[in-house]
């Protein structure tokens, strides 16, 4: 198994980082653009029709990424946000995770005219070490969502199972869409590792389902940072 990592950050007394539509874009555009070795100048650009963010109209010459990390799967959340990666270079999760932080909160920042810190402390982060824990988490990663719609699930007392399938599968603020085989961000996440496991996009929608089915938390003691 690759050396994984589930990283989550946090808003200082768990405040809002992201308050609007523009801000989870801008974020999830920090996703695709902080993830290089060379040093990036970005500000924020509106984005085309194209839900791919590597096909937005930009005035800048585009030139290729040298990785810091594979990102493998995200959800962005009001207050925080996961991201399951490995590094691709000695260092580059934390070069990365720097770089997104610092990047994002210069962005929020200028945007609402406001000093301190934004995120709380250095971001967590815990190594995953089981085979067990590396196919559970993409699926509690991308189950997060569902604490706005069916807060309950976390207690296995799901009443509306269909509806919070349908509500994950229109939520575009993770990786989950690009998962099911639904163009979302798919130039952010390098998802061929983990389709691999599940058994491509089908095998990936039939695991998650099944798993939203059978909870159990236990099962991921040690691998979640909440």
């Known amino acids: 198994m690759s050396t994984i990592y589930h990283v989550l950050s946090r808003g200082v007394d768990k405040r809002k980082i992201f308050l609007d539509d523009q801000d989870r874009f801008r974020f999830i555009h920090d996703l695709f653009e902080f993830n290089n070795q060379e040093r990036v100048n970005t500000t924020f650009y509106e984005f085309n029709k194209s839900?791919?963010?590597?096909?937005?109209?930009?005035?800048?010459?585009?030139?290729?990424?040298?990785?810091?990390?594979?990102?493998?799967?995200?959800?962005?959340?009001?207050?925080?946000?996961?991201?399951?990666?490995?590094?691709?270079?000695?260092?580059?999760?934390?070069?990365?995770?720097?770089?997104?932080?610092m990047g994002y909160a210069k962005y929020f920042d200028e945007k609402y005219d406001r000093k301190g810190a934004l995120f709380e402390g250095r971001y967590k982060r815990v190594l995953v070490t089981s085979d067990a824990h590396l196919t559970h988490l993409p699926f509690y990663i991308h189950l997060n969502p569902l604490d706005l719609f069916s807060p309950e699930w976390r207690d296995r007392k799901l009443k509306n199972y269909k509806e919070s399938i349908a509500f994950l599968n229109r939520y575009r603020w993770s990786s989950h869409m690009d998962y099911c085989g639904i163009r979302n961000f798919p130039s952010v996440t390098n998802r061929s590792f983990l389709l691999e496991i599940f058994g491509k996009e089908k095998g990936y929608k039939?695991?998650?389902?099944?798993?939203?089915?059978?909870?159990?938390?236990?099962?991921?003691?040690?691998a979640t940072l909440e």
């Open 51 to 101: 839900n791919d963010i590597a096909s937005r109209k930009i005035k800048i010459k585009r030139r290729e990424r040298k990785l810091l990390a594979n990102i493998h799967a995200f959800t962005l959340m009001s207050n925080h946000y996961h991201i399951l990666l490995s590094p691709k270079i000695d260092g580059g999760i934390a070069k990365f995770m720097k770089k997104l932080n």
């Open 206 to 222: 039939e695991s998650l389902e099944k798993w939203l089915g059978n909870l159990d938390l236990k099962s991921l003691e040690g």
